[in-house]
Structure formats: C-alpha cells, structure tokens
C-alpha cells in the first residue's frame, strides 16, 4: 500500500470537515453506536467483543494489517451480534465510511498517536489504549486534535472509572493520611529473553509496511518483540507502568507536570537485542512531593494481582505485589492495587483502619465512554489525562536515554530546560506519509 502525503492529507482533512460534529450534538438513547476497530491483538479483540456484547452499539468494521488476525476477532463478534462486520487491512476505508461513529485503537503504541489524530480528523470518537502516545510532542498533537474536533477520547486506563479507586481517592482527600509528601509506584515482573530470528520472509497476507507505519521499516523478525524497541514503543516497563502512574496521579487530584526527572536502570538481564531498559527507577520532584516508579523485568516473585483477587473480596499479597501503589502521609499509609486489587489504609501507629476491596473497572470505564459519546462530556480518562500519565514515562526514558541525567522540566512548553539532546527526544522521525502534522 502506497499513498504520496498530499493525498494523506487530503483525504483525512477532507473527512473531518464532512464529519465533525459539535459538542452540544446529543444522540437519541436508543440510537447504536457503530464502531470500527484498529489493531486485533489480544486487546483489540477483547475491547470487540466486549463492545459487541452491548446493547447500545455494535462492530462493524474489524482492522489489521494482518490478515492472521481476522479470524478470532471475527469468531468472537459474530458470536454476540447478528451483524457481521467487514474485515479489512487498511483502517482508512472505516475512516470514509460516514456511518462509523466511533474507532478502538488498541494497536501497538507506534501508532496510537497518528491512528487517533485520524480518527478526530475524520469526525470519528476514540478509545484509545495505553499508554496513550509514542513521545511528548506526539500526545500534545492528540490532545489537540480531540479538542479542535470536538471529539471524545477515552483512553484505556480503565481503574479511573472503578468505585473503589474513588474511594481511596476520597479517603485520600479526608485528610485522614495527613500530608502525603512521597508516592512509591511498582511495576515488577519478569519477561523472558527472546531468540532472534532475523532474515525471514513476510508472510502472506501481512502489510508489513502498514503495520510499521510512522516507525522505521526494521527487517522482519517474527520473534520481534515490538514492545522492546524504542521505534514501536515506550518500553514493556512504561508500557505497563502507566496505569500505576496514572492512578497515583488520579489520587493525588491529578498531579500536574513534575519539575524534574531523575532516572537510574539500565538492560542488566535481558540482552536479547533490545534497547530499552530491563530495570527502570524514575524520581519526580513536585513542589512538596516525590513520586517514584520503581521497576523490573527480572523479578519472577512479583505477581500481578490475579483475576480472582480483582473481581472478588480479597487483597493482593501486598510485598509481592507487582502493580502496587504506596501512598506515604504523615499521619498514615495506603496499599492500592490497580485493576480492582482494592486498597488499604493505615494508621500513624500501623494499625490497619480501613480495607476495601477492589473490582475491575473495564465495564463502568467502557460505560463512560459512551454515555460521553452521547451527552458529549469528557470522559473520566480524557485524552487530557492520558497525556499527562504517560508524560511520566516519556519524561523517565528521555531521562535514561541521555545516561540518566536529572532533566529539569518545563511544563508550559512541555521541553527541557538547557539540554538539546533531551530536547531532541520530545518528537520521533516519522516515517512518510505516516506524519503526525504540526497542524493536525
């Protein structure tokens, strides 16, 4: 597939002028909502089904540029909906089609960015998965473009919408902690060491060049692991980070910008051809906060809380916990676990005060969405939200790439202060015509 970039352009501006509704539009409440969905990975194909089990909406169009991939997602759409949805390589063809309202983009991270930026240009609503963009500059272009087009986007950090994590919010807010001067975020885990397997042809009915889009086009490897290359992502430990940082954020009434970053780790386990970092631990200095996220790729004994924990009135097994927050107040101490893993207060003496447990937050966040796409409210993990978590993770990488220096941030420009080569890493080469423009 080959398309020269003037007719990129006009073709997805073309599309947002004949599509973009207003803010003060609102849908009747028995109108369907039509979806199309970006990228049937695991999660592409668990958010098709879950949308297509809804009353209120249905799939119809199913994305990749692999082929491979259409017939799980496929299986498990038609098997909840009467509509059968069209199965196509190209994600353009449900950008034209005026009849789609809404566009899932739950592709790798590379293309977070420019496929949701399509999707607002062409009068398309998103939900969009973490973490939400590729670098810094790339999730400010996003949040513009939901604003200019007047578009919701929701991105997939789905413990905002959990009740539990209001709870803890609130019991934060009491003052019952006292002052919270210091925030510890977890992410550990353990990856294994991939086998490369360079030189090996593309397979039939895979659009390599597609999937690779804005990155560089790498030889194909089908033991490549997309989610250890700068060139597709923030990294595995971002990857999955965000959603702690995002609920550390969420706690503290969204923290802002930090003012600077200090970053330490390096590949220490897995050299396996990656270049991003096996072990990460990033300070952010707040004006009377610290917030670390501390993390690792060789820790077999930390465990992410188990689907039988999140949707039931148990508790992680909090020191091997591997997605726990710590919040640190003078007057008290607080377990949360993301992903329904509830939470636990403390008092100043250590004595256990008050428990409550968790439930995932998938549904009520998938809710949200679209009773947003109806009243046109913004949704509870607005691309706003989105952009300023995984800032967090782009701030601590931009930090190791340059040898770990302690960055010194500007919020107002979202740049450096002082450090070309830090400055150098707020935008990626995008490679044409898959262009994040200056103008979205």
Same mark, same amino acid.
């Given at each position: 597939?080959?398309?020269?970039?003037?007719?990129?352009?006009?073709?997805?501006?073309?599309?947002?002028?004949?599509?973009?509704?207003?803010?003060?539009?609102? /849908?009747?409440?028995?109108?369907?909502?039509?979806?199309?969905?970006?990228?049937?990975?695991?999660?592409?194909?668990?958010?098709?089904?879950?949308?297509?089990?809804?009353?209120?909406?249905?799939?119809?169009?199913? *994305?990749?540029?692999?082929?491979?991939?259409?017939?799980?997602?496929?299986?498990?759409?038609?098997?909840?909906?009467?509509?059968?949805?069209?199965?196509?390589?190209?994600?353009? %063809?449900?950008?034209?089609?005026?009849?789609?309202?809404?566009?899932?983009?739950?592709?790798?991270?590379?293309?977070?960015?420019?496929?949701?930026?399509?999707?607002?240009?062409?009068?398309?609503?998103?939900?969009?998965?973490?973490?939400?963009?590729?670098?810094?500059?790339?999730?400010?272009?996003?949040?513009?473009?939901?604003?200019?087009?007047?578009?919701?986007?929701?991105?997939?950090?789905?413990?905002?919408?959990?009740?539990?994590?209001?709870?803890?919010?609130?019991?934060?807010?009491?003052?019952?902690?006292?002052?919270?001067?210091?925030?510890?975020?977890?992410?550990?885990?353990?990856?294994?060491?991939?086998?490369?397997?360079?030189?090996?042809?593309?397979?039939?009915?895979?659009?390599?060049?597609?999937?690779?889009?804005?990155?560089?086009?790498?030889?194909?490897?089908?033991?490549?692991?997309?989610?250890?290359?700068?060139?597709?992502?923030?990294?595995?430990?971002?990857?999955?980070?965000?959603?702690?940082?995002?609920?550390?954020?969420?706690?503290?009434?969204?923290?802002?910008?930090?003012?600077?970053?200090?970053?330490?780790?390096?590949?220490?386990?897995?050299?396996?051809?990656?270049?991003?970092?096996?072990?990460?631990?990033?300070?952010?200095?707040?004006?009377?906060?610290?917030?670390?996220?501390?993390?690792?790729?060789?820790?077999?004994?930390?465990?992410?809380?188990?689907?039988?924990?999140?949707?039931?009135?148990?508790?992680?097994?909090?020191?091997?916990?591997?997605?726990?927050?710590?919040?640190?107040?003078?007057?008290?101490?607080?377990?949360?676990?993301?992903?329904?893993?509830?939470?636990?207060?403390?008092?100043?003496?250590?004595?256990?005060?008050?428990?409550?447990?968790?439930?995932?937050?998938?549904?009520?966040?998938?809710?949200?969405?679209?009773?947003?796409? %109806?009243?046109?409210? /913004?949704?509870?993990?607005?691309?706003?939200?989105?952009?300023?978590?995984?800032?967090? *993770?782009?701030?601590?990488?931009?930090?190791? /790439?340059?040898?770990?220096?302690?960055?010194?941030?500007?919020?107002?420009?979202?740049?450096?202060?002082?450090?070309?080569?830090?400055? %150098?890493?707020?935008?990626?080469?995008?490679?044409?015509?898959?262009?994040?423009?200056?103008?979205?």
């Amino acid at each position: 597939m080959t398309v020269n970039r003037r007719e990129f352009m006009k073709r997805s501006v073309g599309a947002a002028a004949a599509a973009v509704l207003p803010y003060g539009s609102v /849908r009747g409440a028995n109108e369907k909502i039509v979806i199309g969905v970006m990228g049937l990975g695991g999660r592409g194909t668990y958010l098709a089904e879950k949308f297509a089990d809804r009353p209120d909406t249905e799939i119809a169009y199913l *994305c990749d540029p692999n082929t491979r991939r259409f017939a799980r997602a496929r299986e498990v759409v038609e098997e909840v909906q009467t509509r059968k949805p069209q199965l196509v390589q190209d994600f353009r %063809k449900m950008l034209d089609d005026d009849s789609v309202d809404v566009v899932i983009n739950a592709t790798p991270d590379h293309w977070h960015g420019l496929g949701t930026i399509m999707a607002c240009q062409s009068g398309k609503d998103v939900y969009v998965e973490k973490p939400m963009s590729h670098n810094i500059w790339e999730g400010r272009k996003m949040v513009e473009a939901a604003r200019k087009y007047k578009r919701v986007v929701q991105v997939g950090m789905q413990t905002r919408s959990a009740p539990y994590a209001q709870k803890a919010k609130d019991y934060i807010d009491s003052g019952k902690l006292g002052k919270v001067y210091l925030v510890r975020v977890f992410n550990m885990m353990k990856h294994p060491k991939r086998t490369p397997m360079p030189g090996e042809p593309v397979p039939s009915g895979f659009d390599y060049d597609l999937w690779c889009g804005p990155a560089a086009k790498l030889p194909y490897d089908p033991s490549r692991q997309w989610l250890s290359l700068w060139e597709y992502s923030c990294g595995p430990i971002p990857g999955d980070a965000v959603h702690q940082l995002d609920l550390a954020r969420f706690l503290l009434n969204d923290l802002p910008a930090p003012r600077t970053v200090s970053q330490m780790g390096a590949i220490y386990d897995l050299q396996d051809g990656r270049d991003t970092p096996d072990t990460q631990m990033a300070l952010f200095e707040y004006d009377q906060l610290t917030l670390s996220m501390e993390s690792t790729l060789c820790a077999p004994y930390m465990k992410k809380i188990p689907s039988s924990t999140r949707d039931a009135d148990k508790l992680p097994d909090w020191p091997f916990c591997s997605t726990r927050i710590e919040v640190m107040g003078t007057e008290g101490f607080m377990y949360v676990g993301r992903h329904g893993g509830g939470w636990q207060a403390f008092d100043a003496n250590g004595e256990l005060v008050e428990t409550q447990y968790g439930r995932q937050g998938d549904k009520a966040h998938q809710d949200n969405f679209i009773q947003c796409i %109806k009243t046109r409210q /913004r949704p509870n993990a607005d691309v706003e939200a989105g952009h300023e978590s995984v800032l967090l *993770c782009h701030m601590a990488n931009v930090s190791y /790439r340059v040898g770990n220096q302690r960055l010194v941030f500007d919020a107002e420009n979202e740049s450096f202060t002082d450090n070309d080569n830090a400055n %150098k890493l707020l935008k990626r080469d995008y490679r044409s015509p898959w262009v994040v423009p200056e103008n979205v």
